[in-house]
């Protein structure tokens, strides 16, 4: 194959990286050219957050960003998911603030009635409660659910269909790539909303993973095999691969991290409704590992721009 879209195409899937919305201002060519000719789907890594849209008044959107960077995707015949309606990180400041449980509710549902509507038969899908779920296992503890207790998770996902009945919606979250205790929860959470005829129409699951301890093939595969069996989509929606704690030689971490994404995009050929997998990024050079968790090199290119290994593993995967 000599593209991602190519060998992803054969399988039938997409394959996307999210975008910056600074970085894609920046018009740097090389940057471009890899976005243009190697994916067919985008997230927007910031410029779709509640915080980017409303900042300090309720009453007051700004969609500039998102907007070019629909236009941007339109015009390269790619296709968009929107990402996230409700999490509470990156929210405006005034959810946090003394808002009673039915003003937070108000605000919740105008921000989606008017972003989803706004973008309304135009994007493929909708990431719409993103990391509800806590690293124990039990509703994060968040101020949806501290004032609304869970039911702010179906209000979100009716409100964003009758806003945007196209658009498939997802839930999202990290740590769930296998079977463990915060995978059953969110099952347990989906299984629910499927039998109340909530409008979700799959998980996606980002994978920040590091390669020092990621999940096998199997273990990938019959976890997305219980929520595909609740008639969902699955799809990788953020994966990143981190080397930098693996005590090898930077030509065995790389060889290390390659297995690392062969094995999640195995896992996603596994399953026919594994729809896509989209890369957090794609180049070294624009990471938000290194911020989060320290300097590493966990994409697919080289900082100036060279496929890594990692690239091949996705190349052959699919
Ligand atoms: C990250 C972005 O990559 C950073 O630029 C930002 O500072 C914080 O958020 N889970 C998600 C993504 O759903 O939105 C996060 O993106 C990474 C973790």
């Not at 960077?69 to 003394?98: C, S, T, Y």
């Not at 706004?118 to 296992?137: C, F, K, L, P």
């Not at 498939?168 to 099952?187: G, T």
Request: proline share 3%; aromatic share 12%.
């Amino acid at each position: 194959v000599t593209t991602l879209v190519e060998a992803a195409n054969k399988a039938n899937k997409r394959i996307g990286t999210a975008l910056s919305y600074g970085v894609l201002s920046n018009n740097e060519t090389d940057y471009l050219d890899i976005v243009k000719k190697e994916f067919n789907y985008v997230t927007p890594e910031n410029a779709g957050k509640w915080g980017s849209i409303q900042t300090s008044t309720s009453d007051v959107w700004n969609f500039d960003a998102l907007d070019s960077m629909i236009d941007f995707v339109e015009q390269n015949d790619m296709a968009f998911k929107g990402h996230a309606l409700v999490w509470h990180r990156q929210a405006p400041n005034f959810v946090n603030g003394d808002v009673t449980p039915e003003d937070l509710t108000g605000l919740i549902n105008a921000h989606i009635d008017v972003t989803a509507a706004r973008y309304s038969g135009q994007i493929y899908a909708w990431d719409v409660a993103n990391e509800v779920m806590g690293d124990d296992a039990n509703y994060r503890d968040s101020v949806f659910f501290a004032k609304l207790n869970k039911r702010f998770i179906a209000d979100a996902f009716t409100r964003a269909h009758a806003a945007d009945p196209k658009a498939k919606l997802f839930y999202n979250d990290y740590s769930i790539d296998n079977i463990n205790a915060k995978s059953d929860a969110v099952l347990t959470m989906v299984t629910e909303l499927v039998d109340a005829d909530i409008p979700i129409d799959g998980v996606g699951f980002q994978m920040h993973l590091d390669a020092s301890n990621a999940p096998s093939t199997q273990q990938m595969t019959e976890n997305f095999q219980r929520f595909v069996d609740l008639d969902l989509d699955v799809n990788i929606s953020e994966i990143d691969v981190r080397l930098s704690s693996l005590p090898w030689d930077q030509v065995t971490k790389l060889a290390m991290q390659q297995q690392v994404y062969h094995r999640a995009v195995n896992a996603c050929m596994n399953v026919d409704r594994c729809d896509a997998v989209t890369i957090w990024g794609f180049t070294d050079k624009y990471s938000w590992i290194d911020g989060e968790f320290g300097p590493d090199d966990p994409l697919i290119y080289t900082a100036d721009y060279q496929r890594k290994p990692a690239y091949f593993a996705i190349a052959d995967g699919f």
